[in-house]
């Protein structure tokens, strides 16, 4: 048995020998721990039980009789095969977990360069993002946003929320979206058929309940004000909307979305932990560089990660160097092939960073 088989095993066993021995324990912490490695261990236990059944297959192969002979080959790289994908699920799961994957998400959308162009691929985005999340079961929710004169959005922010007993999670199905995304094509007020380049920029951040990240009352202002619409006309006479800001960062929050006073100040603080939070996680990031973590997962927001060439029908993702097809089909939030090759790089980039 490997080496990092046999630990899990040895863990397990510790742990279950401490929550019976009737001494005191962390309840919660090991119950946990127990259920995470249960599965793996149910694994581990298949894996011995059929590397055994290998073994004895291989005594057949000898047999004198061709046909039992034959029959022990047939076995052989059946038992084979299921030995090497069980390998492959227990290495998998034991590799190192982003602690948000289990969390909902906000995701900001902000138009870069490329003016009324950039604000209407905002509106895409944000579309598409939102077919996508229906399509996973998950619920889009907008949180504020900005209109531009051309029928786009200057900034959308809007927070996706899955199902408690489902597999798949908001932030590991979204987190690979932060970064700029290029747009390049004609826009449809060009006479002249020429390509136009703009940018969006993504953020896609984990929704932080305040036992997960809490944020002294002292640090927050939090002021009460009149919703506005479109070119800051007011829609709303009564001081609803919530505007919020960390002091020590100058970060600041706002909703106007929700009805009440109450409901857009939840939201708001729900938008200023998650921006505190990965503000400083940014500040540690740069000062200590972890070679094991996934450089997929956690991009620099700044770095361009994606180019949508509509002329060529082509969607380019930059850090894994891969091209896809049916641009139009992307756009209305097909976009299950382009997630999953980007978990899949993850996966392997984990696997080779563990080897070092």
Same mark, same amino acid.
């Given at each position: 048995m490997e080496v990092g088989f046999k630990k899990i095993l040895d863990e397990y066993d510790s742990i279950t020998t401490e929550m019976s021995s009737g001494g005191s324990f962390d309840m919660q912490k090991l119950g946990k721990r127990q259920a995470e490695l249960a599965p793996i261990v149910g694994r581990i236990s298949e894996l011995e039980k059929l590397e055994k059944e290998l073994a004895e297959n291989q005594k057949l192969l000898s047999d004198s009789d061709p046909e039992i002979?034959?029959? %022990?080959?047939?076995?052989? #790289? #059946?038992?084979?095969?299921?030995?090497?994908?069980?390998?492959? !699920?227990?290495?998998?799961?034991?590799?190192?977990?982003?602690? $948000?994957?289990n969390k909902n998400v906000i995701v900001e959308i902000r138009a870069g360069a490329g003016g009324d162009e950039a @604000?209407?691929?905002? %509106?895409?985005?944000?579309?598409?993002?939102?077919?996508?999340?229906?399509?996973?079961?998950?619920?889009?929710?907008?949180?504020?946003?900005?209109?531009?004169?051309?029928?786009?959005?200057?900034?959308?922010?809007?927070?996706?929320?899955? #199902?408690?007993?489902?597999?798949?999670?908001?932030y590991q199905?979204?987190?690979?979206?932060? +970064?700029?995304?290029?747009?390049?094509?004609?826009?449809?007020?060009?006479?002249? +058929?020429?390509?136009?380049?703009?940018?969006?920029?993504?953020?896609?951040?984990?929704?932080?309940?305040e036992k997960d990240y809490a944020i002294a009352d002292k640090?927050?202002?939090? !002021?009460?004000?009149?919703?506005?619409?479109?070119?800051?006309?007011?829609?709303?006479?009564?001081?609803?909307?919530?505007?919020?800001?960390?002091?020590?960062t100058g970060i600041t929050a706002q909703c106007q979305d929700e009805r009440s006073f109450m409901q857009n100040k939840e939201k708001a603080l729900e938008v200023i932990r998650a921006r505190v939070a990965q503000h400083y996680e940014d500040i540690e990031n740069k000062k200590v560089r972890d070679l094991?973590?996934?450089?997929? +997962?956690? +991009?620099?927001?700044?770095?361009?990660? #994606? @180019?949508?060439?509509?002329?060529?029908?082509?969607?380019?993702?930059?850090?894994?160097?891969? $091209?896809f $097809?049916?641009?139009?089909?992307?756009m209305e939030g097909k976009l299950s092939q382009i997630s999953e090759a980007l978990q899949k790089a993850d996966l392997e980039m984990k696997k080779e960073a563990l080897k070092k």
């Open positions: 002979k034959s029959m %022990a080959l047939d076995e052989g #790289r #059946r038992l084979e095969s299921r030995v090497l994908d069980l390998k492959s !699920e227990v290495e998998e799961a034991l590799l190192p977990k982003d602690a $948000n994957d @604000t209407l691929f905002v %509106a895409e985005m944000f579309r598409a993002y939102g077919k996508f999340a229906e399509e996973l079961g998950f619920t889009p929710h907008i949180v504020s946003s900005s209109k531009s004169d051309a029928g786009g959005f200057k900034e959308v922010i809007f927070e996706i929320h899955g #199902r408690v007993s489902a597999q798949k999670h908001p199905m979204f987190k690979y979206e932060s +970064g700029v995304h290029r747009v390049q094509r004609v826009p449809e007020t060009e006479k002249s +058929g020429r390509v136009h380049t703009s940018t969006v920029t993504v953020a896609v951040l984990p929704i932080l309940e640090d927050l202002k939090i !002021e009460a004000t009149t919703s506005s619409g479109h070119g800051g006309q007011s829609v709303n006479t009564t001081y609803s909307a919530v505007r919020i800001l960390h002091i020590p094991t973590k996934s450089q997929i +997962g956690t +991009g620099d927001r700044s770095e361009k990660i #994606r @180019t949508y060439n509509f002329p060529q029908d082509r969607v380019t993702d930059h850090r894994i160097n891969q $091209n $097809n049916q641009i139009n089909l992307i």
